[in-house]
């Protein structure tokens, strides 16, 4: 394989050689990826699997090529779809929204006053050490499980 593309755009790091994961972000409206290639053998059999119906969070695509001798290298490509908006309703609620968007029921803040939190994708929090020092943390900071500690030196 000589060049690697999702929705059009290549691969931070594509190396020929190198099979992955490679790991790409999309947004929760996008419910599949265009996987485009190039391999260095025109009689090739390329075969993509996973890249429709994707979830929120990771998804994982395989690329599988096969070459005419038949040598087979299996491409993997993570593709983490991001959580769906969380309606406020318009109100700066410090809870989030009803993530399927079907009212306002609210997600409780998670808090935590030890120092230590984790936060599941596109939740607010509140971390405190003591009384000493407070973080918030919007919905939406991140695309991944986020986990911060606060230590007293």
Known sequence: ?????????????????????????????????????????????????????????????????????????VYSITVTRAAAPINNGGGGSTGGGNPSGGGSVPTPLITSTDGEITLPVDRDGELKLNDEVSVSIPSGATYQQLTLTIERL
């Open 1 to 73: 394989m000589t060049d690697l593309r999702v929705d059009g755009k290549p691969l931070t790091d594509f190396a020929s050689g190198n099979t992955g994961p490679y790991l790409v972000s999309i947004s929760h409206a996008q419910t599949s990826a265009a996987i485009t290639q190039t391999t260095s053998d025109p009689n090739a059999n390329v075969q993509l699997a996973g890249n429709t119906n994707l979830v929120v969070g990771e998804n994982t695509i395989n690329v599988t090529v096969t070459s005419q001798k038949g040598t087979t290298k």
